[in-house]
């Protein structure tokens, strides 16, 4: 019987869930402000939605930095 990888496949989905909900997000979102409203507030929808993101990707980006330091710190 062939062993499956659980933390893969979880690592996998949780990409795959962050992805789609971005994509409905700038998509569907921003779509229903272009359709409604036009592009000028679309854009400036756009725009919210990147400069909403930044302290996310900020935090995220600082996890990921601490994980290599504590990663090569504990090499021995």
């Known amino acids: 019987m062939k062993?499956?990888?659980i933390r893969s496949y979880a690592n996998q989905t949780q990409a795959r869930l962050i992805a789609g909900a971005l994509l409905l997000l700038f998509i569907v979102g921003d779509g229903l402000i272009y359709l409604?409203?036009?592009?000028?507030p679309a854009l400036m929808?756009?725009?919210?939605?990147f400069a909403g993101l930044?302290?996310?990707?900020?935090?995220i980006l600082i996890f990921?930095?601490?994980d290599w330091v504590v990663k090569?710190?504990?090499r021995d």
Not at 36 to 40: D, R
Not at 45 to 49: I, K, V
């Open 3 to 5: 062993e499956r990888d």
């Open 36 to 40: 409604i409203y036009g592009p000028g």
């Open 72 to 74: 090569r710190a504990n």
């Open 64 to 66: 990921w930095g601490i």
């Open 54 to 59: 930044l302290p996310v990707i900020a935090i």
């Open 45 to 49: 929808g756009l725009l919210c939605l």
